[in-house]
């Protein structure tokens, strides 16, 4: 029998995780991340001459639950043409049995890692209104993202924001029958339903009982397990925190504490009882961007002298130039030329 | 009772039924209870007699006895029937059975010389002296439990390897598939850098895209092999399951 070497056994170990690309047109370049659910892979496109991402299942079928949520998160990201949502390109099973889908490979950095090297707070916050966009994008079609968080977003090499990881997705489209009476934020994220066998599967898939998502961003609700309870308001919920996370940039070497309107925001946003946040991503996201513009926010009741700072920042140089012409009038009254 | 190196190879003799090893150690047909100890022999004895050499300091031939002592106590003391697969895995039971055993031969040394009517096992101990001495391991640089337990386990994958790469080459001599052997061989098995694919194709007299497709076919081809082997040993496909997850990583 054959001696291996330490060397060789990793070789091999690696060898026997590789995916078998035989029979595809994509050739492997090399191993990226592995995640809950399957491990991406970055591999040539041999007929498009372009790189791109496989996300794979780490094992060939050991129970349905997986090849099936791989095959609904490829699903949900088909129905999710957005500039700020990963596009899929493809998705099937390889020759070893394992499902995967294959995706734009975005060369860039995670959210957590390149917020710190973006020192202007108006910068970050500008870069999470994106985030929002294509979450606000998701949930118009029936998408709730459901795991929400710095290393789920990828900021591209040219500055593009993109939400990654949609394998937590849930279609919200049995919300309909259960709130027919017209509830608020539900009507707008239900608008657009999916097919309805995509129901089923998403149902049955992260049904009711299954606490999925990531402590610290999760909902209250969602850690609840009570998935039938969620709507776009858990995603909102997540988005408040990862806010926090990018406005207070922990990375940064010295921490300022949050404008207190802001703070607010985000405080509304992450709001233990789901009633009381942001009643969809559009409403947070024009708070936010009444913030940036200096205007008042809703989460935010302002004190008299607060309003006259906000005021006075806001129109700070048009204050200063009637000011100093106001000076210079008086100093010609007061002092007027022989 | 045969070499387990051969009669175990290309999980032959095992029947592809699914019946674990244990079961069939633990059962009551001979013939079945025979090769499940091949089959347990073959995965583990290599595993057993490095970690009796390096933990306990043992020369070759003490090892040797002991490794032999072992196997032929887990047999005639039906060790296994006390293995419970949802509280353990086979192979941290083996490793604390075999710790055991070694504590007790060394409390009562010379209590019993086996030998005589005692079975023997036929195992290749220089092939394994020869391993053992060519990875050189310096015990001192091994102090913990835990590193004695991570040994256990690499020897355990290094020698399920083994065995996989043995039937991958069987079954590649079956197929008429050398080429895709020898490549396999040189950038799986061998300790130098990756070689590109063109130049193995050159070597090979063959085009870029047979070699990614012969490769894909070994690789695939031991990947079920090395499967095949741990499935024989695992008790509960849930075991399987995380076994071949910690062999070939991820979740």
Redesign the interface.
Same mark, same amino acid.
């Given at each position: 029998?054959?001696?291996?070497?330490?060397?060789?056994?990793e070789?091999?170990?690696?060898?026997?995780?590789?995916p078998?690309?035989?029979g595809t047109r994509y050739?492997l370049v090399r191993f990226v991340a592995?995640?809950?659910?399957?491990?991406v892979y970055v591999a040539t496109d041999r007929l498009l001459r372009r790189r791109v991402a496989l996300k794979i299942l780490?094992?060939e079928n050991?129970n349905d639950d997986l090849s099936a949520r791989l095959l609904h998160e490829s699903r949900v990201l088909a129905q999710l043409e957005h500039p700020g949502i990963v596009p899929i390109h493809d998705a099937g099973t390889l020759?070893?049995g394992r499902a995967f889908y294959v995706m734009k490979f975005v060369e860039g950095s995670r959210l957590d890692q390149f917020i710190a090297g973006v020192a202007s707070l108006p910068d970050r916050l500008r870069l999470f209104l994106r985030v929002c966009d294509a979450v606000s994008f998701a949930h118009s079609r029936g998408v709730l993202h459901r795991d929400l968080k710095p290393a789920n977003i990828m900021v591209g090499a040219f500055g593009e924001v993109l939400v990654m990881d949609w394998g937590l997705a849930k279609l919200l489209s049995e919300l309909v029958s259960l709130r027919a009476s017209g509830a608020d934020s539900e009507t707008l994220i239900t608008d657009k339903l999916p097919a309805s066998s995509e129901i089923t599967e998403s149902t049955a898939i992260t049904g009711e009982g299954l606490i999925l998502g990531t402590p610290g961003y999760m909902s209250p609700e969602q850690a609840r397990g009570d998935s039938s309870t969620l709507d776009a308001r858990s995603d909102i919920f997540s988005l408040g925190k990862l806010l926090q996370f990018i406005a207070e940039n922990p990375s940064a070497v010295s921490h300022t504490s949050l404008p207190r309107p802001l703070r607010a925001i985000c405080e509304r946003a992450f709001a233990e009882n789901s009633a009381d946040r942001y009643s969809s991503v559009a409403d947070f996201a024009s708070d936010l961007v009444r913030f940036l513009d200096g205007q008042q926010v809703s989460a935010y009741r302002e004190n008299l002298f607060e309003r006259t700072y906000r005021f006075y920042q806001r129109y700070q140089a048009a204050i200063l130039l009637i000011t100093a012409y106001l000076v210079m009038r008086a100093l010609f009254i007061l002092f007027p030329r022989h | 009772m045969a070499p387990p190196?051969k009669s175990a190879a290309a999980g032959g003799n095992f029947p592809q039924t699914r019946i674990s090893v244990v079961a069939a150690i633990r059962g009551g047909d001979p013939t079945e209870r025979s090769r499940a100890l091949d089959v347990l022999c073959g995965a583990y004895w290599k595993p057993v007699y490095k970690y009796i050499r390096l933990k306990f300091s043992k020369s070759p031939e003490e090892a040797q006895d002991l490794t032999q002592g072992f196997f032929v106590e887990l047999l005639e003391r039906n060790l296994l029937s006390r293995f419970a697969a949802e509280k353990s895995r086979l192979r941290t039971y083996v490793r604390l059975c075999a710790d055991s055993f070694v504590l007790n031969e060394i409390k009562f040394a010379g209590r019993q010389k086996r030998g005589g009517e005692v079975v023997h096992l036929a195992l290749?101990f220089s092939?394994a002296e020869?391993?053992f001495a @060519?990875q050189a391991i310096n015990p001192a640089s091994i102090p913990s439990p835990v590193h004695f337990e991570d040994f256990f386990e690499?020897e355990w994958?290094?020698s399920l390897?083994?065995?996989a790469? *043995?039937d991958l080459k069987e079954l590649c001599v079956a197929r008429d598939k050398p080429t895709a052997f020898s490549l396999f061989e040189a950038y799986?098995?061998?300790?130098e850098g990756d070689r590109s694919y063109a130049q193995m194709a050159a070597e090979n007299g063959i085009s870029a895209s047979d070699v *990614?497709?012969q490769l @894909?076919?070994a690789?695939?081809e031991?990947?079920r092999l @090395?499967q095949e082997r741990l499935r024989a040993i695992c008790e509960t496909d849930e075991e399987y399951?995380h076994e071949?997850?910690s062999?070939? /990583? /991820? /979740?």
């Amino acid at each position: 029998m054959r001696f291996l070497s330490d060397k060789s056994l990793e070789k091999l170990r690696s060898a026997g995780s590789a995916p078998d690309l035989s029979g595809t047109r994509y050739e492997l370049v090399r191993f990226v991340a592995r995640g809950g659910m399957g491990s991406v892979y970055v591999a040539t496109d041999r007929l498009l001459r372009r790189r791109v991402a496989l996300k794979i299942l780490e094992h060939e079928n050991p129970n349905d639950d997986l090849s099936a949520r791989l095959l609904h998160e490829s699903r949900v990201l088909a129905q999710l043409e957005h500039p700020g949502i990963v596009p899929i390109h493809d998705a099937g099973t390889l020759a070893d049995g394992r499902a995967f889908y294959v995706m734009k490979f975005v060369e860039g950095s995670r959210l957590d890692q390149f917020i710190a090297g973006v020192a202007s707070l108006p910068d970050r916050l500008r870069l999470f209104l994106r985030v929002c966009d294509a979450v606000s994008f998701a949930h118009s079609r029936g998408v709730l993202h459901r795991d929400l968080k710095p290393a789920n977003i990828m900021v591209g090499a040219f500055g593009e924001v993109l939400v990654m990881d949609w394998g937590l997705a849930k279609l919200l489209s049995e919300l309909v029958s259960l709130r027919a009476s017209g509830a608020d934020s539900e009507t707008l994220i239900t608008d657009k339903l999916p097919a309805s066998s995509e129901i089923t599967e998403s149902t049955a898939i992260t049904g009711e009982g299954l606490i999925l998502g990531t402590p610290g961003y999760m909902s209250p609700e969602q850690a609840r397990g009570d998935s039938s309870t969620l709507d776009a308001r858990s995603d909102i919920f997540s988005l408040g925190k990862l806010l926090q996370f990018i406005a207070e940039n922990p990375s940064a070497v010295s921490h300022t504490s949050l404008p207190r309107p802001l703070r607010a925001i985000c405080e509304r946003a992450f709001a233990e009882n789901s009633a009381d946040r942001y009643s969809s991503v559009a409403d947070f996201a024009s708070d936010l961007v009444r913030f940036l513009d200096g205007q008042q926010v809703s989460a935010y009741r302002e004190n008299l002298f607060e309003r006259t700072y906000r005021f006075y920042q806001r129109y700070q140089a048009a204050i200063l130039l009637i000011t100093a012409y106001l000076v210079m009038r008086a100093l010609f009254i007061l002092f007027p030329r022989h | 009772m045969a070499p387990p190196e051969k009669s175990a190879a290309a999980g032959g003799n095992f029947p592809q039924t699914r019946i674990s090893v244990v079961a069939a150690i633990r059962g009551g047909d001979p013939t079945e209870r025979s090769r499940a100890l091949d089959v347990l022999c073959g995965a583990y004895w290599k595993p057993v007699y490095k970690y009796i050499r390096l933990k306990f300091s043992k020369s070759p031939e003490e090892a040797q006895d002991l490794t032999q002592g072992f196997f032929v106590e887990l047999l005639e003391r039906n060790l296994l029937s006390r293995f419970a697969a949802e509280k353990s895995r086979l192979r941290t039971y083996v490793r604390l059975c075999a710790d055991s055993f070694v504590l007790n031969e060394i409390k009562f040394a010379g209590r019993q010389k086996r030998g005589g009517e005692v079975v023997h096992l036929a195992l290749d101990f220089s092939s394994a002296e020869g391993e053992f001495a @060519a990875q050189a391991i310096n015990p001192a640089s091994i102090p913990s439990p835990v590193h004695f337990e991570d040994f256990f386990e690499k020897e355990w994958i290094r020698s399920l390897f083994s065995s996989a790469v *043995t039937d991958l080459k069987e079954l590649c001599v079956a197929r008429d598939k050398p080429t895709a052997f020898s490549l396999f061989e040189a950038y799986d098995l061998s300790d130098e850098g990756d070689r590109s694919y063109a130049q193995m194709a050159a070597e090979n007299g063959i085009s870029a895209s047979d070699v *990614t497709n012969q490769l @894909a076919w070994a690789r695939r081809e031991f990947r079920r092999l @090395a499967q095949e082997r741990l499935r024989a040993i695992c008790e509960t496909d849930e075991e399987y399951h995380h076994e071949s997850r910690s062999l070939f /990583g /991820g /979740g």
